[in-house]
């Protein structure tokens, strides 16, 4: 049981340059999430996945896109990268069925654009 | 639109007590969570309160006040392993969605 995976952990891009981030859990959780951290900040949600096939907008979802591709996986695309989006990028999953609505994090992405 | 407030540091010595608290502004309401982070690493998971009241983790416990719009997070018996950023979230929509405070470093001292 692997619980949340991210890849990669690392990657520097230049300006302009494209990349997508690769999130899968394997606890069969129905809602999934991107976050990104800046330094010394807290975590602000990019996007969100209620279920499979649906998506929705976070606080700042202005530059990404995301594919929900089946229940496991989630992208995240970076279409055009810029410095601003230099960051650490969490995903994330949960359940809504416990009480606790208690979110799993991966190890996150450390992302860099020069 | 939703904003928490939380101390950006707090220093405190191996056994001792910290509180950290958390006051929050959110046009909904559904629950105040606790996260820590070390270094380096994801946030993890410790609590979440929903109701008015104390709940009681081991050596961490976590309180919640919604008619304040105030919680807090209480660290017993501080060891180094503590040492930490800690992280409230309100959850303010009936699906999952969270909005993080900026964080606490707490730093424990031999």
């Known amino acids: 049981n692997a619980g949340v995976t991210q890849t990669p952990k690392f990657q520097v891009l230049k300006t302009g340059q494209s990349m997508t981030l690769q999130c899968a859990q394997d606890m069969n959780h129905n809602s999934m999430y991107w976050y990104r951290q800046d330094p010394g900040m807290g975590l602000r949600l990019i996007y969100y996945s209620a279920s499979e096939g649906t998506t929705d907008k976070g606080e700042v979802p202005n530059g990404y896109n995301v594919s929900r591709l089946n229940k496991r996986e989630f992208s995240l695309r970076l279409e055009s990268a810029a410095p601003s989006q230099t960051s650490v990028y969490f995903c994330?999953?949960?359940?809504?069925?416990?009480?606790?609505?208690?979110?799993?994090f991966g190890p996150g992405t450390r992302l860099t654009v020069t | 639109g939703q904003s928490l407030e939380q101390p950006s540091e707090v220093t405190a010595v191996e056994g001792a007590i910290v509180q950290i608290n958390c006051t929050y502004q959110t046009s909904g309401f559904y629950g105040l969570s606790w996260y820590q982070q070390h270094d380096g690493g994801a946030p993890t998971f410790l609590s979440y309160n929903a109701l008015d009241g104390l709940e009681e983790k081991g050596r961490f416990s976590s309180f919640l006040s919604r008619s304040d719009s105030y919680g807090y997070l209480l660290l017993q018996e501080l060891q180094m392993k503590d040492s930490a950023s800690y992280f409230c979230a309100v959850r303010w929509a009936a699906g999952n969605k969270l909005t993080f405070g900026g964080g606490t470093r707490v730093l424990v001292k031999p």
């Open positions: 994330a999953s949960s359940d809504l069925a416990g009480s606790s609505y208690e979110q799993y």
